[in-house]
């Protein structure tokens, strides 16, 4: 007599005696087919998830599209160790260029015209992970008044829209003012008691050309 049975009064119930020899059911397939169901209602699960969340951050994002002969900066991934462009490690560049495009090769997929100091002629990069849109209009940096402490004002040359937001007390009117040096892809809105004391009379003079 075992101690356990001697102890509770019955055997003890391990999976070696659940049942008697020679009365043994292989049941190994059964737990491979409950495992399989498993697995592919988990994947199941996983996929949905993974939709529901695809479709919320879809929602912050636009598609880029470039056209032949546009110019965009290419990203290089600073690596641990390496002297890029003559810096090493979190100081190096993360864009290069801008290097023109000579040829779509897929929905996502451009080929851009490389220098050869580089290392390649021509090479293909994915567009929503490497590169960036380079705006078409350049500075001319000749015109720009650099002060002694390497500084320069800008100041608000033309309005480009205007809204009106509404708060619990008074509307607040909003401008979007193109600056100085700046394309009108990098415009931004600005706050009509903020311009009015930064920049007295812009909003009289350009109100009613705007208007």
Request: charged share 30%; glycine share 6%; aromatic share 10%.
């Amino acid at each position: 007599m075992a101690p356990f049975e001697a102890l509770y009064g019955r055997r003890c119930r391990t999976p070696l005696n659940w049942s008697e020899p020679g009365e043994r059911v292989t049941f190994g397939p059964d737990l491979v087919t409950q495992a399989e169901e498993q697995v592919k209602l988990i994947h199941g699960n996983l996929k949905r998830a993974q939709s529901r969340q695809k479709s919320y951050s879809d929602k912050r994002r636009r598609p880029l599209v470039f056209e032949l002969g546009d110019h965009v900066y290419l990203r290089v991934s600073p690596m641990k160790g390496v002297h890029r462009f003559g810096v090493k490690g979190k100081l190096a560049p993360r864009y290069i260029g801008p290097f023109k495009i000579t040829e779509r090769c897929g929905p996502v997929a451009y080929r851009l015209e490389l220098p050869p100091h580089i290392g390649l002629r021509f090479m293909t990069y994915f567009m929503s992970r490497n590169l960036r849109k380079c705006r078409k209009k350049r500075v001319d940096t000749s015109q720009i008044q650099i002060e002694p402490d390497l500084t320069y004002e800008e100041h608000p040359i033309k309005i480009l829209d205007q809204k009106q937001r509404t708060t619990r007390r008074r509307a607040i009117n909003f401008y979007k003012v193109q600056w100085s040096n700046h394309s009108e892809e990098e415009a931004t809105w600005e706050q009509e008691e903020y311009l009015q004391t930064k920049y007295p009379g812009f909003l009289s003079a350009t109100t009613n050309e705007y208007v």
